[in-house]
């Protein structure tokens, strides 16, 4: 009698979602392949990895493995690219492995839900016969129009019902009635239609068409879209998207959080027929991961999303756009620090495609990295639809006054123009009503119990909140500390500049766009609708107003927040600051009209200042390059910064204190610190950082690796500890 022999047990090395920087060994009797999902026993629970490696003998010895519980689909989860991406990203930014597959899966995926696409039809119910349909549905022609398609046997998915513009109640009234039902959908055919709308093709200009035929699609290139506002980027992105699906490819989107509104994704509805999905946070988990298995099967043949979807699953793709590159929302804060942004050139070079980074206000690293050789710079520099260049003025606020408004010789300029009918944009990057609340008798000042800062004043739900940790409490009466009715709020935020313009201009209505007034997405579509329904108006807000939206009629806009950037000790904040300001100056006169722009500020013989507004935002970065490679600065330094933070004051900086002196830097680098941070007490928790510094790469990955070791093995349940790679922030 023969017996089949049992097959040979192998050895996988399976990455976890857990805060620790190794994958872990688990046996099986079944061969797979890296990149699989398998479900594993972890310190008493079950945990859903992915197998990195595998071998034929265990790596470690000396006690038994623990076997694989369950495989899920017998192909990996991630294609290549992406799982080499994350392999990429996990050592870069010093970051464990399994965490790093976990920030880059949907939620459903990552609990275990199956990786193929389930798709619905509506489909006729076989007893609606035509005459039914014509003498039951005669009031209502929608449900009666689709009726009629549904019953000439045409089937529609969701993606087509909204791309024909049935909308839910009248599939519902279908449904409802019995006249049709839901039927899992054929699986999708080799082909997906993708074709162009042409009636929606502008023809390019000059520039565009040169910055088109200049991006090759034969291996990989970054390339550096410099724009100036309204120079009709996206028509590139457009065109240039066109020619990826007629090759049959995918083409991968990034936007920043904000600039995700439904106009922006109905841009690329109206020009292509293919189907376009979305990948935010605002989508259910059940939409993200329809969206995601939509992408990984190359259903969707264009992805737009936000920061993560820089992670998602294509088998094909062919293109990777990263609108306003410059955006910080491209860089994730906490947790797993990654910049999106960064990570789509990786991505480029993996995959073997073009990428095209584009913004009005590049980032200075990109344009070193254009300096250097590496990334290949594309020019538009007009607005595309025959528009003017905005003109800049600076508008001189008093010495010692820190505000210029309501300075009356600016309150008549608003005044003509709105008399004239036209709209005017008020930037001030505060919200709230005041930021500050204080008592003129004895100056004591609102302060947060939980951070070093002060608690703004918010008028409309009538408390003081914390813009650190989000403390809320109510507006005293008096003076906490004297007793006195002397409480007085001090300067403005935009909830006071709103109620200031509405009583200057009680003809005018007033919107206002901050995060307080925008907290659902439709409030600042329908916000941005009105304003592009036309009449005159005054839009204030924070800088969200500066973010890539198209405003056909404000032709004046106004920038209060100039002087403080230009003060700050971060050496970040000129960059910042020019690019608010050139963003924000750029929604004025987009269309017929000629746009204007006035800055208020103290600093008018500021050179830099003058730099901006006389020549070009290219001319005013490059400058501002010389400054950094003088004080080599980033992008001529490599940084990174080391955080702690413990619930006890002196413990995280002591704990930094004696990481400092024990790593060694690795030669070419420096460490130093620990520095307490400005704000060092936030949310109760008191922090200290450490800089590493390095004119190479290398050698400040070398230091990091000795650094992250110490951290762990000196680490303490009292503090918490993260490694920030080429932080945006420094404090
Ligand atoms: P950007 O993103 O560079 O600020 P947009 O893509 O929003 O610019 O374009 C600004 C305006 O110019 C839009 O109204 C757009 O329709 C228009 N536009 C873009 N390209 C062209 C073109 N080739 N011909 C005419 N109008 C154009
Ligand atoms: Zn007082
Ligand atoms: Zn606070």
Redesign the pocket.
Known sequence: MTETPPRPERYYQVALPVPLPSAFEYRSNEALQTGQRVRVSFAGRFLIGIVISAAASPRTSGHTLKAINQVFENEPLLPAPVFELCQWAAQYYLHPLGEVFAAALPKKIRSGDDIKTKTFQLVASPNSPERRIDSSLSRSPKQRALMLRLAQGEGFNREKLKREKYSKAVVVGLLQRGFAHWQTETPPADTYPQHVRSDTV????DP?SDAISAVSFKGHQTYLLY??????????YLQLIEKVLEAGKQALVLIPEISLTPQTIE?FRDRFEAPVVTLHSELTDRERANHWRDARSGRARIIIGTRSAIFTPTPDLGLIVV?EEHDNSYKQQDGFHYSARDLATVRGLIEKIPVVL?S?TPSLESLQNVEAGKYHLLE?PE?????QKEQYTLFPVPQGQTNAFPDPALLEIIKQVLDKGEQVLVMRNRRGFAPVLYCTHCQWIAQCAQCDARLTMHKARNHLQCHHCGEQQSIPSQCPSCSQLSLIPLGEGTQRLESMLNQQFPDYPVIRIDSDSTQQRSALESMLNRVNAGGPCILVGTQLLAK?H?F?GITLALVLDVDQGFFSSDYRAIERTAQLIIQTG?RSG??ALPGAVYLSTTLQDLPELQALIQSDYLTFAQNLLQQRKHHKLPPYASHATVKADARQPETAYRFLAGIAQQARASHGCEILGPVRPGMEKRAGWYRAQLLVTSQSRPSRARTLIRIEKLLRENKNRSLRWSIDVDPSDLV
Request: proline share 0%; charged share 25%; glycine share 22%.
């Open positions: 502008l023809s390019a200009t565009q724009g100036v506002t309204g120079s009709g980027k996206t028509e590139v841009r609108d584009g009005a538009l607005r595309a639809n025959g528009a890539g198209h056909t750029g987009r269309e």
